[in-house]
Structure formats: structure tokens, C-alpha cells
């Protein structure tokens, strides 16, 4: 048996501390919102009123906060991860942060006397309460096969993704992906249905071709296609059009200071945005469909 501390017990933390719990696992969670604490609590998660009460007895520290500004005030504040977790402990962030923060965390932590491993994760809200997650960690080699066995309860795939940032490299660009083709299935989808086709026959056509991708199955934005889809729920969030901003622009700053040219991903980026322009930053970020009809309204899309 592990015991666990856990800072940032929202959407994600909360189940996923909950699958450590499920495995006989102990959890000591803290989060500055009362609501969020409860919801862990009746996930089996023991409160504390601090991070220091939180870490003080932990042999692994794991953080699930919403940027690396977040990440960085949490080790570093009085009473935060550094001033009062025990010299030695594997500190694990599973943050969607940039590369920045997370190669900061790898070069403050053993000035501080700790071990740190960049631990993100993709299969959203569902693979966190399934327990299915894909986690990618990077580290130093000893670092990551502990951190490995670690995420067992919550995962479906663990992957070592190599040194120091690697698994924080590895979101980012794979998010990159993802919302580049959620663009293609904006795109693909109304060019179908201009053309004549029926939604559902057009679907499972690509679903067996080369347009085939995780959107087009899991996001498809057309109601009344695949279950999943936000598009048949008025684009109610299943993953927010401004948390698809962050990981974007994660991937955008990333690619800059690397000279890259990331055509398609900063025009995914400024339609996100144009969402959150108009108000719409907390629905599904699916909804960027709607600039490939300008004119319609969302139930003719
Ligand atoms: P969330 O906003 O639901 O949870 C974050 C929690 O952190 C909140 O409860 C907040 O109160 C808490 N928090 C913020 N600052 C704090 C502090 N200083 N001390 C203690 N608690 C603090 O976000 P989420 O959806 O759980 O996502 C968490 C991270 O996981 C993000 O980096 C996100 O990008 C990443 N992620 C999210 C998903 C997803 O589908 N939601 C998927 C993969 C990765």
C-alpha cells in the first residue's frame, strides 16, 4: 500500500484518486474548493485543510491543476509541496502545463531534495472515472518505472515517454493532433452533407476509410451519429473550447521557439478562440463546426 497525496481534486483529480483508493491504496487530498474536496471525499479520499497537511506523510505527491503557473505556486508557497513534503518523495505532475514549467519542476525538485517525473495524461473525464487513462511519463529511467507502477489504477496505457519533459512533450503534440482533426471532421462532415449524402452513411463510410480518426468516432459534430458527440446535446462540453485553447497554444509557444511552422494548428487555435470571443469558451469545442455553415443556426448544422 502507497500513501498518496493529491493537490487538485477536480474533474480529473477526484476519480482518478478515487481508482488509487478502489485499489488499496491511501489518498490525502487537498483542493481550494470545498465542493471539489467533497466530491474526492466521497470518492474515499481522506481531506486535509493544507498541501502541507496534505504531503506531510505522503510517499508520493501528485498534482491535477488547471496550468503550470498553478503547478509552480503549489511547491513553492509557504507551507506548499517543497517546504513540507519528506525529503526523497516522487512528486508526479499530471497537469497539462508547459514545457517551461515542466522542466522547471525537473530542475527545482532535487534542489529541494525530491524526485520529479512529468506524468499527463489523455482519455479525459470518462478514462478517469473508468480508470483507462493513457499516462506518458518522463524522467529519470528509476524515477519513471516506479512512477509506471504507481498510475496502474488509473490507467489503460502507461507509456515511458523518456527524460525530462518527454511525457509533457508527448500531450502537447498529440493535443496538437487532435484538434487539427477535429477541424477535418468540421469540415468533412458539412462538404457531405452539401454534397447530398445522408450524415449516418457518409460516417460509416470514413469510419472504414482514410478520414477515420478519434473525433470522427468519439466527436463527430453532426447530431444524432455517434452517442458521444457533444453535437447532440446542443454542444453542451464534453471537452471545453478553452481548455482546447490551452493545449493548443501550449503546442503553438512550444513550436515557435522550435522555428516551427504550424500552419493548421493556429488556424484550429483561431477558431477556438473565435468561440471564446463570442462567449462561448465553456462549450464543447466541437462546435467550431458552425463556422463551416456561416449563417445556420445550430440545429440546422
Ligand atoms: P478542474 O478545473 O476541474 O480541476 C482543477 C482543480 O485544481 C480545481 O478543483 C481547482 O480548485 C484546483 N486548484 C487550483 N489551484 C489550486 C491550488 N493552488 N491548490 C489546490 N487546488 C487548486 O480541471 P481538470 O479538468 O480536472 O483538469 C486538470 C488538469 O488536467 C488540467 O491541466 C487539464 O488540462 C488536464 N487534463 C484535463 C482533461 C479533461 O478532459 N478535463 C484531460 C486530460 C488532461
Known amino acids: 500500500m502507497t500513501h498518496f497525496a493529491w493537490i487538485g481534486l477536480g474533474n480529473m483529480g477526484a476519480p482518478m484518486a478515487g481508482n488509487l483508493v478502489k485499489a488499496g491504496h491511501t489518498v490525502t487530498g487537498f483542493d481550494l474548493s470545498e465542493k471539489a474536496v467533497q466530491t474526492a471525499v466521497e470518492h474515499g479520499v481522506t481531506a486535509a485543510g493544507s498541501v502541507a497537511e496534505?504531503?506531510?506523510d505522503a510517499d508520493v505527491v501528485i498534482t491535477m491543476l488547471p496550468k503550470g503557473e498553478h503547478v509552480r505556486e503549489v511547491y513553492t508557497q509557504d507551507g506548499g509541496v517543497f517546504a513540507s513534503a519528506r525529503q526523497g518523495t516522487l512528486l508526479m505532475d499530471s497537469s497539462t502545463v508547459d514545457i517551461e514549467t515542466s522542466q522547471?519542476?525537473?530542475?527545482?525538485?532535487?534542489?529541494?531534495?525530491?524526485?520529479?517525473?512529468?506524468?499527463?495524461?489523455?482519455?479525459?473525464?470518462?478514462?478517469?472515472?473508468?480508470?483507462?487513462?493513457?499516462?506518458?511519463?518522463?524522467?529519470?529511467?528509476?524515477?519513471?518505472?516506479?512512477?509506471m507502477e504507481h498510475v496502474k489504477p488509473m490507467a489503460g496505457n502507461v507509456f515511458n515517454a523518456g527524460g525530462a519533459t518527454a511525457g509533457i512533450a508527448a500531450k502537447i503534440a498529440n493535443n496538437m493532433m487532435l484538434f487539427i482533426a477535429q477541424m477535418a471532421c468540421s469540415e468533412g462532415s458539412q462538404?457531405?452533407?452539401?454534397?447530398?449524402?445522408?450524415?449516418?452513411?457518409?460516417?460509416?463510410?470514413?469510419?472504414?476509410?482514410?478520414?477515420?480518426?478519434?473525433?470522427?468516432?468519439t466527436w463527430y459534430p453532426v447530431a444524432g451519429i455517434i452517442d458521444s458527440a457533444a453535437a447532440?446535446?446542443?454542444?453542451?462540453?464534453?471537452?471545453r473550447a478553452d481548455l482546447a485553447i490551452k493545449d493548443v497554444s501550449l503546442a503553438l509557444a512550444a513550436g515557435e521557439k522550435a522555428g516551427l511552422h504550424l500552419e493548421a494548428a493556429t488556424l484550429a487555435c483561431e477558431q477556438?478562440?473565435?468561440?471564446?470571443?463570442?462567449?462561448?469558451?465553456?462549450?464543447?469545442?466541437?462546435?467550431?463546426?458552425?463556422?463551416?455553415?456561416?449563417?445556420?443556426?445550430?440545429?440546422e448544422i
Not at 527545482?108 to 525530491?114: D, F, I, L, S, V
Not at 517525473?117 to 518522463?138: E, K, N, Q, R
Not at 463510410?205 to 482514410?210: D, N, P, R, T
Not at 470571443?277 to 455553415?293: A, F, I, P, R
Open 54 to 56: 496534505a504531503v506531510q
Open 104 to 147: 522547471w519542476c525537473h530542475d527545482e525538485a532535487p534542489k529541494h531534495g525530491y524526485r520529479f517525473v512529468d506524468s499527463p495524461v489523455s482519455g479525459g473525464i470518462s478514462g478517469a472515472a473508468a480508470g483507462t487513462l493513457a499516462f506518458m511519463i518522463g524522467g529519470e529511467e528509476k524515477d519513471v518505472a516506479e512512477a
Open 191 to 217: 462538404l457531405a452533407k452539401h454534397l447530398g449524402l445522408d450524415p449516418k452513411t457518409f460516417w460509416e463510410i470514413a469510419s472504414a476509410s482514410s478520414g477515420r480518426s478519434w473525433p470522427q468516432q
Open 232 to 239: 447532440n446535446n446542443d454542444f453542451e462540453a464534453t471537452f
Open 272 to 299: 477556438l478562440n473565435r468561440l471564446a470571443d463570442e462567449g462561448l469558451g465553456d462549450k464543447d469545442c466541437s462546435l467550431v463546426v458552425k463556422y463551416v455553415t456561416p449563417g445556420r443556426t445550430q440545429e
